[in-house]
């Protein structure tokens, strides 16, 4: 992935992909239709067969991972 700017409404889905790997496609509107579309069209994330969820793809489980200890 080319480096750019995550908008906060699609990082904060991905964290949330990151964590359960699997979530319900949040409720429409215009910043759940943008985040979902900027996962999608990035790679980030896929919708699965029932088109009901996303999970999260590898390099969007790499971009959405925090650290929660620093390192020593």
Excluded: C
Excluded at 7 to 21: G, N
Aim: aromatic share 2%; net charge positive.
């Amino acid at each position: 992935m080319r480096p750019e700017h995550v908008p906060v409404d699609a990082y904060r889905l991905l964290r949330e992909l990151a964590v359960k790997k699997k979530i319900r496609i949040p409720n429409r509107s215009l910043d759940n239709d943008a985040a979902v579309g900027f996962l999608l069209t990035r790679s980030l994330a896929k919708k699965t067969e029932d088109e009901q969820h996303l999970e999260p793809t590898d390099e969007g489980l790499a971009v959405g991972r925090i650290v929660h200890a620093p390192p020593r």
